[in-house]
């Protein structure tokens, strides 16, 4: 057994416990309700489900753990996977065990790639991805050993099982995805030597002589990790694996729904916008030129992209983790001058403006342009590289809740004729 399913193990009776205890004693008192513009409106802010790996605080920003994500920029992705699962850290002995866990899995099977060559050659490479981890769901041990009668407290020992098997394919899966895709030539192997994400960056086959586009790997990986329950992917993903669908459809699922414009396709659109102020001005604009054309924007109608956010009122520490990194690798690159001078710029044009609630910019307003200034230019595939990310928070979702015996959601829906009735609304012929 791995170090990280003994840990969990020691974790999981009191943690079981304690959860039973708190529905058992307090189980019938309110701690949300819900608005009839909650109801018609994404049920934004409604508490209504538990997810314990992170949280977002409107003031802070992505907290895992009860750990600032400004805090965590230089640890690997892994040590993320298992602090999402733990609370804790783990030591370097933990670190390296649960990496021999992933590198003894990462072989992807030769059917996987298969798959991938026989889709059209313009697939998206969100579906190639997703398609390809659902091509492997006949590798779950959870299905086997539910189908064998596996006992309720298990489940998350084979969801565990499966999660570590899935994670560690997941850079090849979409480092093929990538590589096939945008015809960069053949599959590169992974090295043995080296950790996760650094691995992903080789098998890319990105040029990389200074070694910074495996640390912007590290970093991309381990900031985009997981963003607390109710986000459409996370929320999916809950979904589907409280059916008790095993990880590999649970993941896929949530995968689906990252691939949405008003989701994880949002980066693309970020530095769309930045490339095409690059055209305009040829070049860097000045602050003035970026003040114009965001009032431009602004008047005819569209959004800032990179800027505002549904949850946070502060700069993002995601942004600001990139911004950072942009500074010290690449602080000549005129797409990263852009960047930088739009967070100059935006705040106070969207204050001014007087309607987004938050001003400042989200983890999208940078991470592409660092993307391409290493020469990833292929914008559709960025959500991949979410993607393989926020597998790490999903799945440690889903192992929480097999763990914690998670019933299968079912809220209630009501018809808007009930709605009408309810709130004494004129009902209409
Ligand atoms: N530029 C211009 N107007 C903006 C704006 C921006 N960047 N952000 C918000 N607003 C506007 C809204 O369109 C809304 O206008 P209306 O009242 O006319 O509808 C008003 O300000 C209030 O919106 P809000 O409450 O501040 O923001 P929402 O919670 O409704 O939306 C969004 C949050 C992130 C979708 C929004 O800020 C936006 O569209 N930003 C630009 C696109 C973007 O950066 N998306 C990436 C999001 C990051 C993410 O979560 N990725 O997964």
Redesign the pocket.
Known sequence: MGKLKDKLAGQIPGLRQDARALVKEHGAKVISEVTVAQAFGGMRGVKAMICDTSLVEPDKGLIIRGRPIGDLTDKLPEEIFWLLLTGDLPSGDELKDLQGEFRAQQEVPEYVFNVLEAMAEDSHPMAMFDTAILAMERESIFRKRYTEGMKREDYWEAALDDSIGLLAKLPGVAAAVYRLRFKKGDRIAPDANLDWGANFAVMLGIDDPTGEFKNLMRLYLTLHSDHEGG?VSANTCHTVGSALSDPYYAVSAGLNGLAGP???L?NQ??LRFVLALKDKYQGAPTEEQLRDFAWET?NSGQ????????VLRVTDPRFTAFHAFGKRVCPDDEVYQIVDRLFTVIPDV?KE?G????PYP????GSGALLYHFGMREFDYYTVLFGVSRALGMLSQLIVNRAMGAAITRPKSVQTSWVKEQVGAKVSA
């Open positions: 986000n008003l989701h994880g949002a659109e970020c602004l959004v800032i992209p990179g800027y505002g956010h549904a969207l403006h309607k987004a609630k938050n989200n983890v999208d307003a």
